[in-house]
């Protein structure tokens, strides 16, 4: 459904002349692509699409903040207009206070702490919550 609405959005980008746009999406759908290698039958699902966007996601926070740390706005700004291309189409990742609330149940639940209770977080919130404040939050409050 998702990688569908993507590359329907490439067409209609395409019809409209929005080159930087269009750009933009290729990158994705070629991603998406790559990854629908491994999903033989059928379109590839949106859990796997999801991921596949939150990698790329990743790569263009990275890059944003190096070409910020070298004095170069130009490549910062074309990353950052990438990455809220892509954030549209990631579903609403959860709040640092939602994921204190996630882990604190979890935590509770299943008795375990440190890395033990980051793999067993990471396994419930992937897709839903970010990485880094997952991390964030597990060794600040649980290790």
Known sequence: MLYSKIRSDL????KAGDTHLVGVLKLIVSE???AQVDFKSGELPDGEVIRVLMKEAKKRKDS???YTKVD???RAEEEKYELGVIEGYLPQMMSEDEVV????????ETGLTGGKLMGAVMGKLRG???GSVVQKVVSEKFS
């Open 101 to 108: 609330a996630e882990v604190s149940k979890i935590s509770n």
């Open 128 to 130: 839903k919550a970010d």
């Open 64 to 66: 944003i903040e190096i």
């Open 72 to 74: 170069s706005p130009e």
């Open 11 to 14: 067409t209609t980008a395409q």
């Open 32 to 34: 998406l692509s790559y």
